[in-house]
């Protein structure tokens, strides 16, 4: 078993549903875990996910879209976590690395 500090109850908000999910449920039995931020969104919950998922050995992969803002925050959040960290220079590249990513 691993620690963490994060909780167990920890909730993630299901983009396009509006709905919710426990963090370690979705967690369950991953073998990856891929993260998309835009710069100038909240690096945190980027990392709190990658850090459970580092917690539980799970391989982390960090693609940052381009924004309004610069990257560097993002960047910084995903870092420590993400084997593969990807900054795009085009949001319409994300579907052909997500496809050499196989996820």
Same mark, same amino acid.
């Given at each position: 078993?691993?620690? +963490?500090? %994060? /909780?167990?109850?920890? %909730?993630?908000?299901?983009? $396009?549903?509006? &709905?919710?999910?426990?963090? +370690?449920?979705? %967690?369950? $039995?991953?073998?990856?875990?891929?993260?998309? @931020?835009?710069?100038?969104? !909240?690096?945190?919950?980027? +990392?709190?996910?990658?850090?459970? @998922?580092?917690?539980?050995?799970?391989? +982390? @992969? $960090?693609?940052?879209?381009? &924004?309004?803002?610069?990257? !560097?925050?993002?960047?910084? @959040?995903?870092? /420590? !976590?993400?084997?593969?960290?990807?900054?795009?220079?085009?949001?319409?590249?994300? /579907?052909?690395? %997500?496809?050499?990513?196989?996820?």
């Amino acid at each position: 078993m691993f620690e +963490s500090a %994060l /909780p167990d109850d920890a %909730l993630l908000r299901r983009v $396009g549903t509006g &709905g919710t999910a426990l963090l +370690s449920e979705e %967690l369950d $039995g991953a073998d990856t875990v891929v993260m998309i @931020a835009s710069a100038g969104a !909240n690096a945190e919950a980027a +990392s709190i996910i990658g850090d459970a @998922a580092a917690a539980r050995g799970i391989m +982390s @992969a $960090g693609l940052v879209l381009p &924004g309004d803002t610069p990257v !560097n925050e993002v960047v910084s @959040a995903l870092r /420590p !976590n993400a084997m593969v960290l990807v900054v795009l220079q085009d949001v319409a590249d994300a /579907p052909e690395v %997500l496809s050499a990513l196989r996820v």
